[in-house]
């Protein structure tokens, strides 16, 4: 009673002195310690330059303004509205759209439709989404930006390379033994050609903001803001490479992007590690970050600790976008960000890691236009995916995660993508404010399986019992549309498009293996099946092979570096093969697998043709190039069912997978494709078109339109 | 807990005695004292908020800065600013209340030993007795031991009920100067040394909260015709970095640069 009373009284002291102290203070005894200063002076400083930043923000605008009216650039002056806002959802299938606003699943898309616009939107050959996206930004054709699929093949090895960047290291180093250390920065080069339509609006003093537009990687230099989107490598360099640590034996390598890494124990725990990039400074040697895991079969968790950050995860849970930081030999370090996912607990112990994201907050790559765009983004909305292909397709299709883990992370990704929306549609309330959606694409691909009445990869799951995820995609799209709706005016122009359509991916078309079968591959003796990118392929018997999605090669003689086929003999091949592969039907159910091939000069034309395939082969409906073909493996069967979850396409002949258009405004123009939103766009605003685009800008019906559309919206 | 804050000071500064430099005992103390705020700041603080709410507020300088060209919006971040500043001093505020607290006790302690220099010998002082009455001044006398001597007659001002003696030390030492009224004696302690010592600079007819910053004798009883007696220590100045500077704002400027260190050093979120 005693102690109680006198650890009370205490408290009470402490009370009055403390208040005391701050009613009666004496001079020299104000300061109340570090704390305090600590708050009063970072205040007083975010203040202080806070203030800085808006006087010279205000002082200057007016002398900005004058500036650009003394070089012609009344920006807004001819233009027919104050904002367009662009969005983009990859792969968003306009037969799909019109069947559920006919079944009233969009109500928002259906007001779109009836009071503004709504077409299907020619995609490109091949509608292939860094294609079709480098020409939406450059208002060109593939033979004038340089993109003709995810990769291009190197003609002195036939290897492939990422068509979109280039990345090497520093253009000096310093040996020193064993070790090598980088002098400089990675040198990063952008290998799409073509100048996208928000440099001109940015020229003329109409201010961007574009976010995760595909092929934006390196960013350029520009008056506005951008965040690169598809084609940012994680940290590692890869398109996205997981990690599956495991106390499962086995030595099975996943077939593509991802890393099976041990479980060891360690005492009462467990321990494993992330791999990282290749430390700059010992060649060869890959950094790691460990991590400790301790299970607790009780609770059904497990604890992770990785450097100085712990956390508890359910079965089935993912962490928060965790730091961390790989350490070289010397020093050196390199930042990201990844999510554990617990995968399983017992009898083995399984957790997945997503690839190693460039830290957005942090970036030792540039990944926005400027720098500080993708840390801004960070401070104001925390750690985001900044990989190009953020969605682990890859893991889904090799079964680490399952549906609803591959789920939880799109969405998770397209919620921080809306916010990052919704903030630049905050910030531009003139100018151009584009932003493109992968989710659509992403669960297309993988879902499209639950869509089919007969897929092969959903056999062994009863109709009755296949979840209505692309519907649910559709809805949340839709809904999202409509918030974007409610917060644009009657002077903005709304512009929904995709780059392509969707089709099923039910059966797999090994195109090296009909080169095969028909003598245009030749492998090496004793070999009846070449292993990946084309080993064991016999080149000087060799006159014709594939690789990626879309694009047939002949082996050149002078272009390729052991090619045999003559250039004069090369136009009568293509006319060989085309007429050999057009209508190639699947002997299993009589269906057309190749419903068109295409020669690359008839369908292309600019300055990078060079670089171009040969032929485009486009698959039908139903079909796409097999696994293998598209790393230049070369198989002994032709058709072969696809099993994988990965079971929705759009690589196919382009006819068949337009994208859509929508519109808050009527758009008279019926036949409308995505080389024409570029030139579309800088009318709108009142700019001049440059005369090399390919694309045509559209015409507006009429204005009224626009009042309905927008202010009446489905919720 | 009082006892600790009080403790620990004096533990400090008479631990460091041995430095015989004010100076030193200043710079190590405000290395120390940096240190211990910052974790205790981490304790106390919502480290997950605050980290929010600076990043949110780094954010909205950043966009001033990505979107200058934009009026609504410079002027919209400006606002955002101000109470996103707001909402950070609000989470500073907890761990500031609590830390205020034991940081007051440590000050006031050291304040005794880094504040006011000891009474040097042969150097003249002044000793002022207050009275509680203006009767009484008339009636106060100072009785000093032979190692101090008074060197000018007292001077007695009743309208402040004061009377002021100038004394004079023959000799180091802690003395005590008594003085006397209505039959009764009070005892100062007069401290007299060319070193750092403790420095109580009054001896009080008061409450608690008002004696803890100018005394460390015991009150003089409630009934006391005195009401306090003060010596007048010299204030002690330190020359650091060419220039003169008063211990607490030469404190200040180093535990918040020995604080900013620790805070990156340790990863804790101020």
């Not at chain 2, 003395?175 to 005892?187: L, P």
């Not at chain 2, 600079?201 to 005394?215: G, H, I, N």
Request: glycine share 8%; hydrophobic share 40%.
């Amino acid at each position: 009673m005693r102690s109680t009373r006198s650890i009370s009284d205490r408290r009470l002291l402490a009370l009055v002195v403390a208040v005391a102290v701050l009613l009666f203070p004496v001079p020299s005894h104000a300061y109340a310690g570090p704390g305090a200063g600590f708050a009063v002076l970072s205040s007083f400083w975010t203040l202080f330059v806070a203030f800085l930043y808006s006087m010279y923000a205000l002082l200057t605008w007016p002398l900005r303004y004058l500036w650009r009216v003394i070089r012609g650039r009344n920006a807004y002056g001819k233009a027919r509205f104050k904002r367009a806002v662009i969005l983009g959802f990859d792969g968003m299938d306009p037969e799909l759209a019109d069947r559920f606003i006919g079944e009233g699943l969009l109500p928002n898309l259906a007001k779109l439709k009836s009071t503004g616009t709504f077409r299907k939107l020619r995609t490109t050959y091949p509608p292939i989404s860094p294609v079709a996206w480098s020409t939406f930004m450059t208002g060109v054709n593939p033979g004038k930006h340089n993109i003709y699929d995810f990769l291009a093949r190197d003609t002195s090895n036939y290897l492939p390379f990422l068509s979109s960047a280039e990345i090497k290291g520093p253009k000096r180093e310093l040996k020193i033994g064993k070790y090598v250390i980088p002098l400089g920065k990675a040198q990063i080069k952008g290998m799409r050609k073509g100048t996208p339509f928000w440099h001109w609006l940015g020229e003329a003093g109409i201010f961007c903001s574009v976010i995760r537009v595909p092929v934006t990687f390196p960013p350029e230099k520009f008056s506005g803001v951008l965040l690169s989107g598809m084609c940012v490598p994680d940290l590692k360099g890869s398109q996205g490479t997981f990690c599956f640590c495991t106390t499962r034996a086995s030595n099975d390598k996943f077939r593509e992007g991802g890393v099976r890494v041990p479980i060891e124990r360690n005492g009462k725990g467990y321990h494993s590690y992330v791999p990282g990039p290749d430390d700059p400074v010992a060649a060869g040697k890959e950094m790691r970050i460990d991590f400790a895991i301790h299970p607790d079969l009780v609770q059904k968790t497990a604890k992770i600790e990785v450097e100085d950050e712990s956390f508890t995860l359910k079965v089935g849970d993912y962490s928060d976008w965790i730091p961390v930081k790989f350490k070289s030999s010397m020093g050196l370090s390199a930042r990201g960000i990844c999510r554990f996912y617990l995968k399983e607990l017992e009898p083995e112990l399984g957790v997945y890691v997503t690839p190693v994201n460039i830290d957005p907050g942090y970036p030792d790559l540039p990944i926005s236009h400027p720098v500080t765009y993708s840390i801004y983004l960070s401070k104001l909305f925390g750690p985001y995916a900044t990989l190009g292909l953020a969605e682990d397709t890859w893991a889904l299709n090799e079964e680490v995660l399952d549906d609803n883990a591959f789920l939880a992370q799109a969405y998770g990704n397209h919620e921080d993508r809306e916010k990052m929306l919704f903030d630049a549609l905050e910030k531009t309330p003139k100018g151009l404010c584009a932003c493109v959606f992968d989710t659509t694409d992403r669960v297309q691909h993988m879902f499209w399986r639950y869509l089919d009445d007969d897929h092969p990869a959903a056999r062994n799951v009863p109709r009755d019992k296949r979840p209505q995820v692309i519907q649910e995609l559709y809805k949340r799209v839709d809904a999202l549309i409509g918030k974007v709706m409610r917060q644009i005016d009657d002077d903005t122009l709304l512009l929904i498009v995709s780059d392509h359509g969707f089709k099923s991916f039910q059966r797999c078309v090994n195109l090296n293996g009909w080169l095969y079968n028909n003598g245009y591959i030749a492998l090496k003796e004793g070999v009846s099946e070449s292993r990946d990118w084309f080993e064991d392929v016999d080149w000087s018997r060799t006159r014709a092979y594939t690789m990626g999605l879309n694009g047939l090669y002949l082996n050149i003689k002078g272009r390729e570096r052991y090619g045999i086929v003559d250039e004069k003999d090369a136009d009568a091949l293509k006319e060989e093969l085309k007429a050999k592969l057009d209508g190639l039907k699947d002997p299993a159910s009589g269906s057309v697998g190749i419903t068109g091939v295409f020669a690359c000069d008839a369908v292309y034309a600019g300055p990078y043709i060079d670089n171009a395939p040969d032929l485009l082969v486009g698959y039908g409906d139903g079909f796409r190039a097999s696994w293998d073909s598209v790393t230049g493996r070369v198989t002994s069967t032709i058709f072969e069912d696809n099993i994988k979850a990965w079971s929705g396409d759009h690589c196919i002949d382009p006819r068949l997978v337009p994208g859509v258009l929508f519109s808050n405004q009527k758009i008279a123009d019926e036949k409308t494709a995505i080389v024409d939103v570029a030139p579309t766009i800088l009318k709108l605003f009142g700019l001049r078109l440059p005369s090399h685009f390919d694309g045509k800008a559209w015409t507006l019906a009429n204005a009224s339109a626009t009042a309905q559309a927008t202010t009446s919206v489905a919720t | 807990m009082t006892q600790t804050f009080q403790t620990l000071p004096h533990t400090l500064a008479t631990g460091l005695m041995f430095l015989n430099s004010p100076l030193a005992l200043v710079i190590i103390l405000s290395v120390i004292i940096g240190l211990l705020m910052v974790i205790l700041f981490y304790y106390t603080s919502d480290q997950d908020a605050i980290a929010v709410a600076k990043d949110q507020l780094k954010a909205q300088l950043l966009a001033v800065r990505l979107f200058q060209d934009q009026l609504a919006v410079v002027v919209r971040a400006y606002g955002r600013i101000i109470l996103g500043t707001g909402r950070y001093i609000k989470l500073a505020f907890k761990p500031l209340l609590i830390i205020i607290i034991p940081m007051t006790f440590m000050l006031v302690q050291l304040d005794w030993y880094l504040g006011y220099a000891p009474i040097l010998q042969d150097q003249p002082f002044l000793v002022k007795v207050k009275t509680a009455t203006s009767e009484t001044v008339n009636d106060v006398s100072l009785q000093l031991p032979p190692e101090l001597t008074i060197s000018a007659p007292a001077v007695h001002v009743p309208s402040d009920n004061e009377v002021v003696w100038r004394v004079v030390a023959n000799k180091q030492g802690a003395f005590d100067v008594n003085v006397a009224t209505a039959g009764q004696t009070f005892a100062k302690k007069v401290v007299v040394s060319p070193e750092m010592n403790r420095i109580s600079l009054s001896r009080m007819r008061a409450p608690y909260w008002e004696r803890l910053f100018s005394s460390s004798e015991p009150a003089l009883p409630d009934n006391s015709p005195i009401k306090a007696i003060d010596v007048n220590y010299p204030e002690r100045s330190y020359q650091f970095a060419w220039m003169e500077w008063n211990w607490i704002v030469l404190f200040f400027v180093l535990s918040l640069v020995a604080g900013f260190i620790f805070k990156s050093v340790l990863g804790i979120e101020i």
